[in-house]
């Protein structure tokens, strides 16, 4: 069982940034993803960005292109999430979970992911 370890969530003034961190205790990489999920209160867990640890492909969901960067480091077993240009609709509880690279044209799908981290709150308000 991958265990998975979030960090570099906090409180951020709108148009900030921050980069969140996922250490993965192991993985097989040649079949494995990671990809970041983000639940806010009183809505439905959504997939935000997936990289695939083999070749480094990567999926965005559509609210967060262009501003947010998934990027990883085979050497640390770790994917960052890089996040600028932040809003406030951004706010939400970030968990990062492994899986294979999969999406469908309603984007990531929770249940195909079966390792979760437990979390880390990113806040974007004046």
């Known amino acids: 069982q991958v265990q998975l370890v979030e960090s570099g969530g906090g409180l951020v003034q709108p148009g900030g940034s921050l980069r969140l961190s996922c250490a993965a205790s192991?993985?097989?990489?040649?079949?494995?993803?990671i990809a970041w999920f983000r639940q806010a209160p009183g809505k439905e867990r959504e997939g935000v960005s997936c990289?695939?640890?083999?070749?480094?492909?990567?999926y965005y969901a559509d609210s967060v292109k262009g501003r947010f960067t998934i990027s990883r480091d085979n050497s640390k077993n770790t994917v960052y999430l890089q996040m600028n240009s932040l809003k406030p609709e951004d706010t939400a509880v970030y968990y990062c979970a492994t899986g294979p690279f999969y999406y469908s044209d309603s984007g990531l799908s929770p249940q195909h992911f079966s390792s979760w981290g437990q979390g880390t709150q990113v806040t974007v308000s004046s």
């Open positions: 192991a993985f097989t990489r040649d079949y494995y993803a």
């Open positions: 990289i695939s640890m083999s070749d480094g492909e990567t």
